[in-house]
């Protein structure tokens, strides 16, 4: 089934890049595509030309299709993605999708879910928003885009960036056929059926990363300690909600990006001058701190978190229940430190956050569903789409025991491993990770 285009719009980026702004409408649920549809957002990008003799007919150029991180992030302008550039200087066009729910998508908010009706119909219409329906949509759009492709160039390349490589291997698990190549950035999944094992092994590399912080800035272990005293004793109103212990502590997640450490210490010093100087927090201390959390803006982040890894099983809050038997996570200050957790998502932020407190009993029925497969091993392991995986030892949000030993099971993956790169290193060091993606694909490693 073909995409339905519903309107498209061209725009030049003056001097680099000629974008197509395109609206599509897909159903919501394939099993059932007459049971109502939503509109997709995507964008495509080609280099902005204008010959000295018009061409007679413009050549089609295979397609790089770009799967945003997350779950639950759109993508940002073409022109603010470094590793465009080369992408069409090796012959590409580019397409940039918000997946569904996502971005200009049929965006999810408490609101738009409310339309829904109670919690269990939003919990219903949730389950149409993971990997396996994203990778139907991809199926859809190419279909619409090449159809006037001769036969043999209908397939095209896909790159993932993080939870977008995630998205790319149920790509190669179950519609293979529509796939030259791809191109993983951290993003390479842990085959597993449940989030258990994934957050036992990142709770370790969370661990290392607080170490290394309080190594770093050992003059933050006593400033932490006042600010959570602080937090535990006042209720602190942000924008999105309230500013609780629990949730200061969710700013290890930035651990995981280049510059993390640098960017919490900011955060921290920030707090604790505000503390010492005027015994309460400035508005611009709370604008910073509400600007670092993001949870209300892009609430499928939460809902749904846990669940990219659930096959044939419930998450039953995984994060939630290691954390509590996990002391060194726990915040108290009879300890050396207080360390700071990562990217999981707790039930606690389903309180903290005012939006996401709307929809707490449509996350707590998703938590309790037994999710069906994202991923056929045995089809992975007779792939022939070439795979090309930019894999970090000392990634944070994807375990690089996990990652690898994916790797090892998608047949013919090559895989650049590398540890000087955080995970994000695919917009902090586009350049430096495409080329290597590419030398890869071009076998100019000797």
């Not at 957002?41 to 945003?68: C, D, G, H, I, M």
């Not at 991180?69 to 012959?91: M, S």
Request: aromatic residues 12%; proline residues 5%; glycine residues 6%.
């Amino acid at each position: 089934m073909a995409a339905k285009l519903i309107d498209r719009r061209f725009h030049n980026v003056p001097g680099k890049l000629r974008v197509a702004e395109l609206f599509f409408d897909v159903p919501v649920d394939y099993s059932k595509p007459n049971d109502g549809t939503l509109r997709l957002f995507a964008r495509s990008v080609s280099r902005l030309n204008k010959p000295v003799e018009p061409t007679k007919e413009e050549t089609k150029l295979p397609w790089l299709v770009y799967l945003q991180g997350g779950p639950g992030f759109g993508c940002g302008a073409p022109q603010n993605y470094g590793w465009v550039e080369l992408a069409l200087n090796k012959g590409y066009q580019v397409l940039f999708l918000d997946q569904r729910g996502t971005g200009l998508s049929s965006t999810i908010t408490a609101a738009t879910l409310a339309r829904h009706g109670n919690a269990i119909k939003q919990a219903e219409y949730l389950k149409n928003f993971r990997a396996d329906s994203i990778v139907r949509d991809c199926e859809a759009i190419r279909r619409f885009l090449t159809e006037d492709y001769p036969e043999n160039q209908r397939k095209w390349s896909i790159i993932g960036q993080s939870f977008g490589g995630f998205c790319a291997v149920t790509y190669l698990s179950k519609f293979p056929e529509g796939l030259n190549e791809a191109f993983l950035c951290g993003g390479l999944p842990p085959l597993v059926n449940g989030p258990d094992p994934v957050y036992s092994r990142t709770y370790e590399k969370v661990e290392q990363r607080n170490r290394a912080y309080y190594a770093k800035f050992p003059e933050d272990v006593d400033r932490v300690k006042k600010i959570m005293r602080y937090l535990a004793e006042n209720k602190i109103a942000l924008s999105s909600g309230w500013l609780t212990p629990s949730r200061f502590q969710q700013f290890g997640i930035l651990f995981g990006f280049h510059g993390g450490l640098d960017s919490l210490h900011d955060i921290v010093l920030r707090v604790w001058n505000d503390l010492e100087i005027f015994g309460s927090l400035t508005l611009p201390t709370l604008s910073v701190v509400d600007s670092n959390g993001g949870m209300d803006k892009n609430i499928i982040y939460a809902i749904l978190h846990e669940a990219i890894y659930c096959q044939r099983q419930p998450s039953l809050w995984s994060a939630d229940r290691l954390r509590a038997a996990n002391p060194i996570f726990q915040i108290d200050e009879s300890q050396p430190e207080i360390y700071f957790t990562g990217e999981m998502v707790y039930k606690d932020m389903f309180d903290s956050y005012s939006e996401l407190k709307q929809v707490q009993e449509t996350a707590a029925i998703l938590a309790n569903i037994d999710w069906p497969a994202l991923y056929d091993e045995a089809q992975l392991a007779k792939n022939e789409v070439p795979v090309y995986a930019a894999t970090y030892i000392d990634d944070m949000y994807v375990h690089f025991d996990l990652a690898s030993s994916t790797a090892v099971k998608i047949k013919g993956t090559k895989q650049f491993i590398t540890n000087t790169m955080y995970h994000d290193a695919l917009r902090s060091r586009s350049g430096e990770v495409m080329r290597q993606l590419f030398n890869l694909r071009d076998d100019s490693i000797d």
